[in-house]
């Protein structure tokens, strides 16, 4: 199946119970935007992100040759990512233009995000030095 999710341009928070899927639909996002999770704190602990969205990928994408399909507008411009499980290809349509095979870093580059784990949103309420990366990270 797909599904669509509009979001919002300033803020957004997924909230629900355990098992309904707010990581999974965060995980697919990650993965489209070519993984720019932000490293701050323990980095075992992306190690054991990173597994967890490769194992993610393949059992309910690379299973049925799945795509995850981004949409994004940037300074008044319409990006859209097209990123497929099977064939690792990457694609990028900017504006009017046809979809062109990027890698990885253009996507991160052309698209930044940042993205946290809720245990890395955690550490940043408790320790004073992962307040300071957390604000200035996006800066950077």
Not at 11 to 18: D, E, K, L, Q, T
Not at 113 to 118: E, K, L
């Amino acid at each position: 199946g797909s599904f669509n999710i509009r979001f919002n341009r300033q803020y957004n928070a997924f909230i629900g119970g355990r098992g309904t899927g707010k990581s999974t639909i965060l995980e697919y996002i990650r993965w489209g935007l070519c993984d720019q999770t932000v490293k701050i704190g323990n980095y075992q602990e992306l190690d054991i992100i990173q597994n967890r969205r490769d194992t993610l990928i393949k059992k309910t994408l690379t299973a049925v040759s799945g795509e995850v399909r981004i949409t994004m507008v940037k300074n008044d411009v319409r990006h859209i990512v097209k990123r497929n499980s099977s064939s690792r290809e990457i694609l990028l349509k900017i504006g009017d233009g046809e979809f062109q095979k990027v890698s990885e870093e253009d996507i991160r580059k052309v698209l930044p995000i940042q993205s946290y784990s809720q245990k890395q949103l955690s550490d940043v309420g408790v320790k004073t030095e992962e307040l300071k990366r957390f604000i200035e990270q996006p800066i950077k």
